[in-house]
């Protein structure tokens, strides 16, 4: 029987880190430390800003933000204890992961989620992604691209979706519309950053709908959660629209209010032109509340090609509001368990497990 | 993990119903979709009732559902044919799929991350509308280079071929990298190990061959022959007689530009068929049935290819003819030393090999030379190409076999995707792999190349494809697996003609002589002239009658590529 094998993993962010990426490596490697097939794992951050809790038997190394003081922490790292395989949480990374999986003869696995991975990147980058033994890539969209740019094995290039935390569940929101006020409201919400660099994520798009909306008949209000510093254009076109009075900013929120939003909403729509996957969708689905985004990317994948989710075009957008609020909100309890059966925890390890296994055992 | 399996049949042993696909066990735990023909079927069901089996057919298929309950993965080590099938397990949850050791029958795979597809076309997993049709650049420059799609690639990136000789597994994790469990190289090199005295040569051959002929007339229906005037189909012709099949019937293509030279095929196929009492079916062809049949050729056409039409429409008067299966003699060059490659390769790997090892100059000399002869880089272009690439077995086949040369791509394609396509391709490393081991000698080698390559993506492609089309069965007896392992020993010894001569006296009435003295000129049609027709139909331009073959062979590409692009409303694949 072969043993164990021991893993380095060069990641941006995981425990204490912030952001989605920082989410998914938290759950990739505790994932993986549930399966118990590594004998030990190493994380070595570049960022940290939270205290960090790794369950065992997961070992942070402390952050190191500079680039070469990483390189030269990650090399002594690897050089000072037994690597089997290194993984690698973000493409930037690579060059780094490929040349210590080398000088440990040891297998590389790439991470790959979204927009990060879409052009075809730098050639030391590119190079090192192709000597890689596995590629995950979080959803079908950025799986394609990433082979439209790699001379590797396709067979080499899998898909393992996001997952979402347990703390998103059905609940009743007639509380939370009460504390806001709009008990006879039809409410969309929108969970995602205002990135003046990256408008891709649609809430413009859905302050335009608004007075389609309306004019349909739907007293509608707009919750959008998320900061940036793209706030204010999306303040000044809802003004622009005349809509100001139905959209509401909240900004972050903690978790326990997102909760809130998220089971109080009528409708959860996103209609992004950039998710590499779009755990929101699952966020909210999975809290019982129907989700739409465009046919665009990796939302298809997060909304299951339409099985879990609605997925209609740009040009679409206003009418499929009006027509899923036409509609009773389909029943909380079935939703939340159809999205958990296929984006659940439980799927997201045995899925991890799979795909190292594969690695492991080649 | 769930499954769903369809299949089209074309019958030809076990017509009855019972035996159509997808076809499960008696315990239903195996379900299997096959192409192709399994030859040693006859053998294996002796041995797996032995074994306990039950047939509830008389199928070869059924064999397939037997070996795999016993032996898994290994059962391909057990089988002789031509074969792409694909077993589903409903008790573990996992598909395997398998294709022959040759590549004779095609298996294309779609993964998208979610759904794995396969299919025996390409254009069948296009049909469903979930996979991407966006382009491949290795097989648009593959296409260039060689004439045909180079495997794995094909046009489209989502869609590849599983390699000949390979198998696949694919689970809930997905499909898992395919694994190996045939190469010709290491066939050619055992046997090298392992030589027998030339005086054997006959004898073998002819044992090795009735052997092949035999198995491959297994049907239940009638087994015809494409004959030309060559050695290959006649001496299969013979060999058929002497296999014991009493009525057999020969179809060769005649045409009215060749009537009366030497070129015509009919005179001397009419007079094998005498020799060995065969039923002579001679169809005329004329120029105009090929403008007529060519939208249907580019639409049948499954992945582009520069050649086809001969077999078309011998396939198309096979079908005419009433017949399900017909023999053919593909194969017999490339196991033979037919072609010339044979003695270019090796040749200009001596003359030119050690000038080309200099660095730098093959590319000083193409740069010179097309500068101060640009007449003859317009005339023959390869040969500006010959001390850049003959240094290596790799780059002399390129040379012998090239339609374009990598230099001359971004002439004709777009210079993006040739940089992607040649990195991604890798055509020189791709050539040299299948190499390895090494076969030993050189006739081995080449014989090597020419069966990996030019056959396997070209000519059995067309043949496939054109076969389908015309729900016509083609048997290739000089593509068998059992008669290269038999013949192994033999390869590096072969000189120029001894083995054709020898394949001429493998029948017990050997073929006349005037058939195996006369020049090789295959299956010919005249289509210089009718591909330089079609093509000046399309763009309006007087015919180039006197342009050598290879010219009007990289014309004729672009055509087929721009003709297939419209007949199957492809995407951006189409050449400049």
């Known amino acids: ?362 | 993990m769930r499954c769903g399996l369809g299949h089209r049949r074309l019958s030809i042993v076990d017509l009855s119903e019972r035996a159509s696909q997808p076809m499960a066990s008696d315990d239903g735990r195996f379900v299997v979709v096959f192409n192709g023909e399994i030859y040693n079927y006859p053998q294996l069901r002796a041995e797996l009732e032995t074994d306990g089996a039950h047939f509830r057919t008389t199928s070869d298929t059924e064999a397939l559902l037997h070996l795999y309950a016993r032996h898994g993965a290994e059962m391909v080590h057990r089988l002789r044919g031509m074969f792409a099938f694909a077993i589903w397990d409903v008790r573990q949850r996992r598909l395997f799929l398998a294709r022959d050791p040759y590549g004779i029958k095609p298996l294309y795979i779609a993964n998208d991350g979610w759904t794995f597809r396969f299919a025996s076309q390409v254009k069948a997993l296009l049909a469903g509308e979930h996979v991407s049709r966006d382009p491949e650049p290795a097989g648009i420059v593959g296409f260039h280079l060689f004439g045909s799609v180079p495997e794995p690639f094909t046009l489209y990136r989502e869609i590849r071929s599983l390699p000949a000789g390979h198998t696949q597994w694919i689970d809930a994790t997905g499909p898992r990298e395919p694994k190996p469990f045939s190469n010709l190289a290491e066939v050619l090199a055992r046997g090298a190990a392992n030589p027998v005295p030339k005086a054997e040569l006959c004898e073998r051959l002819r044992a090795g061959v009735l052997d092949s002929v035999r198995a491959h007339l297994l049907a239940d229906v009638e087994v015809g022959i494409f004959l030309s005037a060559g050695v290959d189909s006649g001496a299969l012709l013979g060999l058929m007689r002497d296999a014991g099949q009493r009525e057999i019937r020969a179809i060769t293509l005649a045409f009215a530009e060749f009537q009366g030279t030497s070129e015509d095929e009919a005179p001397l196929a009419a007079r094998v068929c005498e020799h060995y009492g065969a039923r002579h079916i001679v169809r005329a062809v004329s120029e105009q049935e090929f403008f007529d049949d060519l939208p249907a050729i580019l639409e049948a056409m499954d992945q582009p290819s520069i050649d086809g039409v001969n077999s078309w429409f011998v396939s198309k008067a096979a079908k005419e003819a009433g017949l399900k299966v017909a023999i053919s003699g593909l194969g017999g060059d490339e196991l033979l030393g037919g072609y010339p490659s044979f003695s270019d390769l090796p040749r200009w790997r001596q003359w030119f090999g050690p000038l080309a090892a200099i660095p730098g100059l093959g590319l000083f000399a193409r740069k010179v030379l097309g500068r101060i002869v640009p007449g003859l880089a317009r005339a023959r272009p390869k040969v500006l190409g010959v001390l850049e690439h003959s240094g290596t077995w790799a780059g002399a086949y390129l040379l012998r076999r090239g339609l374009f040369m990598p230099s001359e791509l971004h002439e004709v394609i777009d210079v993006e995707i040739v940089r992607e396509g040649l990195r991604r391709l890798k055509p020189l490393q791709r050539i040299n792999a299948t190499l390895v081991p090494d076969p030993s000698s050189d006739g081995a080698r080449v014989c090597v190349l020419e069966s990996a390559h030019y056959m396997r993506n070209q000519l059995l492609r067309d043949a496939d494809w054109v076969g389908m089309a015309h729900s016509l069965e083609i048997r290739v007896p000089l593509v068998d697996f059992t008669l290269l392992h038999a013949l192994a020993p033999l390869i590096p010894t072969l000189r120029e003609g001894t083995g054709k001569a020898a394949l001429a006296n493998a029948p017990s009435k050997p073929l006349p002589n005037n058939i195996v003295v006369r020049a090789k000129t295959g299956f010919n049609v005249p289509t210089g002239n009718w591909m330089n027709a079609a093509i000046d139909r399309g763009s309006h331009q007087a015919s180039r009658t006197t342009e050598a073959k290879g010219l009007v062979s990289r014309r004729w590409s672009l055509a087929v590529l721009n003709g297939m692009a419209s007949a199957n409303v492809e995407p951006e694949v189409r050449a400049s």
């Not at chain 1, 920082?22 to 951050?45: C, H, K, W």
């Open chain 1, 1 to 362: 029987m072969k043993p164990s094998p021991a893993m380095l993993a060069i990641v941006t962010d995981a425990f204490g880190g912030r952001g989605g990426i920082a989410q998914y490596n938290r759950d990739f490697l505790g994932a993986l430390a549930e399966s118990r097939i590594m004998s030990s794992i190493t994380v070595l951050p570049r960022h940290a800003p939270d205290p960090p809790e790794p369950p065992k038997p997961i070992a942070q190394m402390p952050a190191r933000p500079g680039r070469v003081a990483y390189s030269v922490a990650a090399l002594r790292c690897a050089l000072a204890q037994s690597v089997d395989l290194v993984f690698c949480g973000h493409i930037f990374m690579a060059p780094l992961a490929a040349l210590i999986a080398r000088l440990k003869a040891a297998k590389l696995v790439m991470q790959t989620h979204g927009i990060e991975a879409w052009p075809c990147p730098p050639r030391l980058q590119r190079a090192a992604l192709e000597s890689a033994d596995l590629v995950l890539c979080v959803s079908r969209y950025t799986r394609a691209t990433v082979l439209s740019w790699a001379a590797i094995a396709p067979d080499r290039v899998l898909v393992v979706p996001n997952t979402f935390k347990e703390s998103f569940m059905p609940a009743d929101g007639g509380t939370t519309r009460a504390a806001l006020g709009i008990e006879n409201k039809r409410v969309l919400l929108t969970v995602a950053r205002m990135d003046s660099q990256q408008q891709y994520k649609g809430q413009d798009r859905v302050i335009s709908a608004i007075p389609y909306v309306v004019a349909h008949g739907h007293n509608v209000e707009y919750a959008v959660v998320g900061e940036g510093d793209d706030r204010p254009r999306l303040e000044s076109l809802a003004h622009k629209v005349g809509v100001s009075d139905r959209v509401r900013f909240f900004g972050a929120t903690e978790l326990r209010v997102l909760t809130a939003l998220y089971s109080m909403a009528d409708l959860f729509v996103m209609p992004s032109k950039g998710e590499g996957f779009g755990i929101a969708f699952l966020e909210a689905m999975v809290s019982g509340t129907p989700a739409l985004g465009l046919n665009i990317a990796g939302t298809r994948d997060a909304l299951a090609d339409g099985e879990l989710g609605t997925i209609v075009s740009e040009s679409e957008l206003p009418s499929a509001i009006v027509r899923l609020l036409n509609k009773p909100k389909p029943d909380p309890v079935a939703l939340a368990a159809a999205t958990r059966a296929r984006f659940g925890r439980e799927k997201f390890a045995a899925d991890v497990r799979n795909a190292m296994n594969r690695l492991i055992e080649a």
